[in-house]
């Protein structure tokens, strides 16, 4: 229970990466903010289950990430009922695939919004009662995509891209704080959203499922095999570790040999 005094804040935890993120640190006895969008009895069945089976203290807040002011409202209301956030996870993401010359621009508002812009929200809204606390951890779930590129990702790439500098910056400016700014940048996680997308490509490209899996999702990708979530929670969770006070500024890859190619 090394996390026993700690308050966390997850962003977009409602599913995926988040959630087992969520239930790491939960398992740690943190207190937990979870956040994200979904069936309100679904979330709420997850909330209980955090806080039933680790005996801690469990909220969930709807602020959607591309509006300042609820993530200010949400910060304000996490501190106010659980704790200042010791540690503050930027997981909330989203993706759309396109061409540059087609891209919509309101997907482009939104991903930059919601994958960039809400991390530099949280971060300073954040970081002044870690800074007054003397500890403190910002763990950031960026991708590959904040180190390598793919075609028809111009928003995502650019908004993960942002996402390693602004972590790079912010470690710099806290690094005497006792506080750390990490991001984890997995290749392909298996999570809800990734599964979903098999059966349409497998119909669409007239492929078996292991031809999907392997010679699209995970052709960049040498292990084969996906990411798990638990994977990187663990990781997240071992970036909140004392033990790990020296790693920041750090952008750990998780991509099976993604970037090293
Ligand atoms: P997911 O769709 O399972 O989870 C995304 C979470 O973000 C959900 O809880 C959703 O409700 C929330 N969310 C979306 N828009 C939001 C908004 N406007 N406000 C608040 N919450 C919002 O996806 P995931 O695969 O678990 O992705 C989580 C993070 O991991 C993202 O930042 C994503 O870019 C990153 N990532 C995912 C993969 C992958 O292969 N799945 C790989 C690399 C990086």
């Not at 695939?97 to 954040?126: G, M, Q, Y």
């Not at 979903?196 to 040498?222: C, F, G, H, S, Y």
Request: proline share 4%; net charge negative; glycine share 8%.
């Amino acid at each position: 229970m090394s996390l026993k005094d700690k308050t966390a804040l997850v962003t977009g935890s409602t599913s995926g990466i988040g959630l087992a993120i969520a239930k790491a640190f939960a398992a740690e006895g943190a207190r937990i903010m979870i956040n994200g969008f979904g069936d309100a009895e679904a979330i709420e069945e997850e909330r209980a289950a955090l806080a039933d089976a680790y005996g801690t203290d469990a909220l969930h807040d709807g602020a959607d990430m591309s509006r300042p002011d609820e993530i200010e409202a949400m910060v304000e209301r996490c501190t106010s009922q659980l704790g200042a956030p010791d540690i503050l996870v930027n997981n909330a993401g989203i993706q759309h695939v396109a061409p540059v010359t087609d891209f919509p621009t309101e997907k482009w508002d939104a991903i930059l919004a919601i994958n960039l812009s809400a991390v530099f929200h949280t971060t300073r809204l954040c970081l002044p009662a870690m800074q007054s606390a003397g500890w403190g951890r910002v763990i950031n779930t960026a991708s590959a995509h904040s180190l390598v590129a793919s075609p028809n990702k111009s928003a995502y790439v650019a908004a993960k891209h942002g996402v390693a500098g602004f972590t790079k910056t912010v470690a710099l400016e806290v690094a005497e704080a006792g506080v750390t700014v990490n991001c984890i940048s997995p290749g392909y996680v298996w999570t809800p959203l990734v599964e979903r997308q098999i059966p349409d490509t497998m119909k669409a490209r007239n492929m078996t499922r292991e031809q999907v899996m392997n010679d699209v999702l995970l052709k960049a990708q040498p292990t084969k095999r996906f990411v798990t979530v638990e994977e990187v929670a663990a990781t997240a969770l071992f970036l909140a570790r004392e033990e790990a006070a020296s790693i920041t500024g750090a952008n750990l890859s998780m991509d099976g040999g993604w970037t090293a190619q």
